[in-house]
């Protein structure tokens, strides 16, 4: 049976959830660049409140959708490689990790590797809509959970089949379809069903 969190009750649970991933995020300026947003662990940390009801709730999501699509910009650091349906991230050693793919690449996908070690955020954006991760496949490597977010700044639908995965997805503008998927971490969405 399907089940639908309506938005206050998913916010709530998602910027609780975020709060997670953005303890290794230093703060912004509110005039900052992409880069002032995402860096490394070296900064002062943010969090995001939990008790959230009503226009607090609305406005800190749409401040929320607009941080991904804000993400999305920042300059590609590491490399992401390709051998048929299987990718490979190398993550950067000194500074965090930004790679970005399309949607049409994630969903072709059979097995998403991460080689290398470091101690920065590791952030992956999707770009388009909608997006469709049939078998997710996940190989850590020596990233944990924390440091991952797969960003979906423009995703309005994103269905996951059944696989594996960990980290933090956000998807602040999508209605999320879940079929049996394994997640160590959290699920940022606007709405989220499953069976």
Known sequence: MSKALPLPTAS?????????FLLILPQAEAQGSPEDILGTATGEAEYIRSELSGSEAASDW??????????????????????????????????????????????????????GQTNAPVLINITG???????????????????????????TSLDIGAGQLAGTLLAPLAQVRSHAVLLQGSLIAAELTGD
């Open 62 to 115: 749409l401040a929320l959708a607009d941080r991904s699509h804000f993400w999305s910009r920042l300059e590609p650091a590491g490399s992401l490689t390709h051998e048929g349906c299987d990718y490979t991230l190398q993550v950067a050693e000194t500074r965090r990790t930004v790679v970005t793919l399309s949607a049409a690449e994630l969903e072709a996908s059979c097995r998403l590797t991460l080689s």
């Open 129 to 155: 809509s909608p997006v469709s991760w049939p078998a997710p496949r996940l190989d850590l490597g020596d990233i944990v959970a924390e440091q991952l977010l797969f960003n979906f700044p423009e995703a």
């Open 12 to 20: 709530f649970i998602s910027f609780f959830l975020l709060g997670v």
